[in-house]
């Protein structure tokens, strides 16, 4: 119940965290790459759109640590009857350290001839 509770809310925030960047990525429709760059900085990339304008590349490396977390095994047996029960049993911890790992995340702006945006792209939150 708590694993689906937990994917849930995953999923819940993914689908909002892309809407709230898909509206920030639509409102620059229409304005000029000196606006952009103004706010955003020059891009870390630039390319041919192929159709005598530019493509301005922004991205970012996005890191995050899962938490550690161990897990303890005991087994054991018990033999003999009322008061005369005896028993043994024997366990172990698996310890798994805390895991970081990184990814790129991109933003895209197709600016035309006249320096206007008319396109733009994300991957990556």
């Given at each position: 119940?708590?694993?689906n ?95 970081t ?15 206007y ?9």
């Amino acid at each position: 119940m708590k694993k689906n509770l937990i994917l849930v809310l995953l999923i819940f925030s993914f689908f909002f965290l892309s809407g709230c960047i898909s509206k920030v990525m639509q409102s620059w429709m229409g304005h000029q790459q000196s606006e952009l760059i103004a706010s955003w900085g020059p891009p870390q990339q630039v390319m041919d759109d192929g159709q005598g304008g530019k493509i301005f590349i922004y991205f970012t490396t996005r890191s995050f640590t899962s938490p550690g977390h161990s897990t303890t095994t005991v087994t054991g047996s018990a033999y003999g009857t009322g008061n005369y029960a005896y028993g043994s049993a024997t366990g172990y911890t698996t310890y798994t350290p805390p895991q970081t790992s990184s990814y790129n995340a991109y933003r895209m702006f197709w600016v035309d001839k006249n320096g206007y945006i008319y396109r733009w792209s994300w991957r990556g939150l």
